[in-house]
């Protein structure tokens, strides 16, 4: 009896290890493991299912033509870390984590300007907390046409672990063609 229940047991082992196909990363970044609740689950019909807080993205994971991931400093004074889809059609699609900048070295003007909008960014969520916490949820805005493109669609993360867990996402069904729900 005993050795049917070890041979169950290892029988059970390794057909779960073997659900994870080949080439699928099951860590995250810096090698660590990834837990259950921020995972994506694949799908069987072929679409890459973003679910935000700031709306719904899906796109057939055989029509993205590139994915990137770059950060850049804007304008002095934010930190921007930004997914970019590319596909064969006019929308660009852009996913983005900001935070205020602070420049490792640099003039005290700088280090003033970022104190002053870290203390305002931190009183303005105090108060919008009191009233809704809905306020304090980042928010995509736009100018037109100064700074974003009619056919452009934009989310932001609130956090950056959740802006790399979603590119792990994309990649993962870039690189298989495999659909995949993924969620803030």
């Not at 699609?93 to 002053?116: I, M, N, Q, W």
């Not at 108060?127 to 916490?133: D, K």
Request: hydrophobic letters at 35%.
């Amino acid at each position: 009896m005993k050795t049917l229940l070890t041979v169950l047991t290892l029988f059970f082992t390794a057909s779960l290890h073997a659900q994870t196909a080949p080439g699928q990363n099951t860590t995250g970044q810096g090698g660590q493991q990834q837990s259950q609740g921020q995972a994506d689950e694949p799908t069987r019909d072929g679409l890459w299912d973003g679910r935000f807080s700031g709306g719904n993205y899906i796109v057939r994971c055989n029509s993205i033509i590139a994915l990137s991931k770059h950060e850049y400093i804007s304008d002095g004074v934010a930190r921007v870390v930004e997914v970019n889809l590319t596909l064969n059609s006019a929308q660009v699609v852009r996913f983005y984590f900001l935070e205020a900048y602070k420049p490792e070295t640099g003039s005290s003007t700088v280090g003033a300007g970022t104190a002053a909008l870290e203390r305002a960014k931190g009183m303005f969520e105090q108060a919008a907390g009191r009233v809704s916490p809905e306020l304090t949820t980042p928010k995509v805005v736009k100018n037109y046409p100064a700074s974003t493109h009619s056919h452009t669609v934009e989310f932001v993360l609130k956090e950056e672990a959740r802006l790399n867990a979603m590119f792990q996402s994309l990649e993962r069904g870039f690189r298989t063609g495999q659909g995949r729900v993924w969620k803030e």
